[in-house]
């Protein structure tokens, strides 16, 4: 376990370490595969808040160990020792850390960039990046209805429960199930999509008949979003530099009962006249830590700004391939002004013929929005981080007026 706990310390994924830990010790039990993962997630997280009980900011993974099980976890000290490989127990400090950085167990540099964004709420959000996240379905209603998707999971022994956002989503109770052995997933019933996701794809508001562009499609979740929601017609077309993610994408599509999507193997030309555009850029991805217990300790503050570049460029293709009257939605993944409102406000400045528009007016709950932009976070929603614009671009008879930036609606300086 040291081995392992070691390696993901010094900066391997520890998903990787974990499934090469357990393929190497086959003959684990179950109780051991747990613990196993249990220890190599939680030190590889705690870290810092360990490190500061140790009073120790280089201590050895054994005693980062002993600080999680006893003081974390509570185990006896006594037992947190020899379960942790010690001669016996280690003095831990008490009281509560000093920052939030500790607290949270965050790089000081990213404890103080939520900070800056996020005001007296960078806490609680903090706090919520610890908690693992929900394993969250869409229902795809090309094929069965939220309710009975839930009915045939039960059936299948999984317990859910629906989503407080969005209309498609169903939570899962209780423990992880084997999603992909489900007979109701290999039909193309739902896919594993986070809530905040699943309401960046609403926001498009794709229509039957429709040319709707996903321009950052990765793996395609979204575009079979998209594809249900113009019920298999029209023109659905899908690019990403990936073409390996485009491969699973047209699988999904099938899966799904997708027959309309179609591959981009090259970006998208300025004629195409697209009546939507969907563009979920690259990006720091700080809206999905929770998601793994060391991502944040990969990150270097040159994340702020390693994305601006080509979120820009993302954004202005995705204005130049919208037909006039038709609408972008631009979004990230990620609780960062300079990838989020910064980007929107310099494309609204170069393109008067834009303007921004409320998200999801008429059925979008307002705590759902932030200054005019769809901000959703796991301390808010249960979801993880997301931001996403709504920009509608202008037709010939309105003048392609500037919008006014210090509008409320926009959100912008």
Known sequence: MSEALARVLSGDPAERVLDRTLRSNRDLS?????????????????????AFLLDSPDAPPSHLLFALLHGLVGVP???AASWAGLAAPLPLR???????AL?????????????????????????????????????NPARISREALAARLASEGVSTRPGSWSPLALHVDGPR???????????????????GSQLLGLLVEARPGETVLDLCAGAGGKTLQLGAAMKDSGRLLAYDPDAERLDRLQQRA????????????????????ADRVLADAPCSELGSLRRGPDLRFRL???????????????????????????????????VNRAENQDVVADFLRSRPDFRAVTPGAGWLPDACLQDGFLLVTPHRHGTDGFFAAVLERGTAGEGGSAPNLSDSRTGLP
Request: proline share 8%.
């Open 300 to 334: 270097t503050p040159d994340s702020l700004s390693r994305y601006t570049a080509v979120q820009r460029d993302i954004l202005a293709r995705a204005g130049d391939v919208v037909r006039p009257g038709g609408r972008v939605v631009y979004a990230t993944c990620t």
């Open 77 to 79: 000290a006594s037992d």
């Open 103 to 139: 607290r949270a167990s965050l790089p000081d540099w990213l404890a103080d960039h939520f900070s800056r964004e996020l005001g007296a709420e960078a806490e609680d959000f903090c706090a919520h990046l610890n908690v693992p996240g929900p394993i969250t379905l869409r229902v």
């Open 177 to 195: 199930p084997n999603l992909y052995a489900l007979p109701s997933l290999q039909e193309g019933l739902f896919e594993v999509q986070d809530e």
């Open 30 to 50: 179950r109780e051991g595969r747990q613990a196993l993962k249990e220890a190599v997630f939680n030190v590889g997280l705690w870290r810092r808040r360990l």
């Open 254 to 273: 099938s899966r799904a009962g997708l027959t309309r999507v179609q591959v981009l193997r090259a970006p998208p030309s300025p004629g195409l006249d």
């Open 94 to 100: 008490t009281g509560t850390p000093p920052s939030l």
